[in-house]
């Protein structure tokens, strides 16, 4: 059972969100919250796996909220949902921790599709937001693509304290990943399995105290993993 808690200040967005997600077998909505300080004490309170965060609310707006859940023992996912399409909502949420990002005038089957991929463990980002997230992590527009052949990220590797922890096949992993490759398409490079492919990128979040792909994403361009090309 995956559970649900919502947090949005409008109680008819919550009623429908609630009417939407119940619909689908295996969601539970566990609870409600009217404002951001409200959803900090649930998510403590209630243990919820996915929070459907509003961003612009009183006493407490959803970036504080969520930087405060993200910061905690909390092992939720956070799903940010607004009205505007603004790329300053969508980066403070990613630099809070939220793992997905959604607007409230995407389909019922776009929310319910989101609310699964946060169980997995999984972001959710469309193929143009994680664009726009690389080139502004990354510092410098150009093309999403890595700089660094996977030969010289290995022969790297001994001199960056950040990535002593990992084997060369999660260096590989991670390299991949931040050039925005699927676990299909990442095990089609390396010429392993997708089972294989998910242990790898498992271990990488586990090592680096990432919390899911798109922050992994953000790290390599922040730590100097990788690098846009010029």
């Known amino acids: ?33 009217r404002d951001g300080a409200e ?20 006493v407490m707006d959803g970036l504080e909220a969520t930087r405060a859940i993200c910061g905690s023992a909390s092992h939720a996912s956070v799903l940010m949902l607004t009205t505007f ?24 089957e776009q929310l319910i599709d989101a609310v699964h991929a946060l169980a997995r463990g999984d972001a959710l ?3 143009e937001v994680t664009r726009r997230v690389i080139e502004r992590f990354a510092a410098t527009p150009g093309s999403a693509d890595a700089a660094v052949t996977t ?32 676990n299909a398409e990442i095990a089609k490079e ?10 790898h990128v498992s271990n990488v979040l586990l090592k680096l105290g990432i919390r899911d792909r798109i922050h ?11 690098a846009p090309r010029g």
Request: net charge negative; glycine share 10%.
């Open 85 to 108: 399409d603004r790329d300053d909502f969508l980066f403070e949420a990613l630099s809070a921790g939220a793992s997905g990002f959604l607007l409230k005038t995407a389909e019922p």
């Open 39 to 58: 959803g900090v004490r649930l998510a403590e309170e209630l243990r919820p796996d996915v929070i459907c965060m509003d961003v612009q609310m009183p």
């Open 151 to 182: 030969g010289e990220l290995l022969a790297a590797a001994p001199t960056n304290p950040a990535l002593g922890g990992l084997t060369d096949r999660e260096r590989e992993t991670l390299l991949l990943l931040a050039r925005g490759r699927s």
């Open 190 to 199: 390396l010429f392993v399995g997708e089972a294989t492919v998910k242990t």
């Open 125 to 127: 980002l469309s193929p």
């Open 1 to 33: 059972m995956t559970r649900i808690l919502l947090v949005d200040d409008q109680a008819l967005v919550r009623a429908g969100f609630e009417t939407i997600l119940s619909s689908e077998p295996g969601f539970e909505v566990v609870g409600q919250a």
């Open 216 to 226: 992994a994403v953000i790290w390599a361009y922040e730590h100097g993993v990788v």
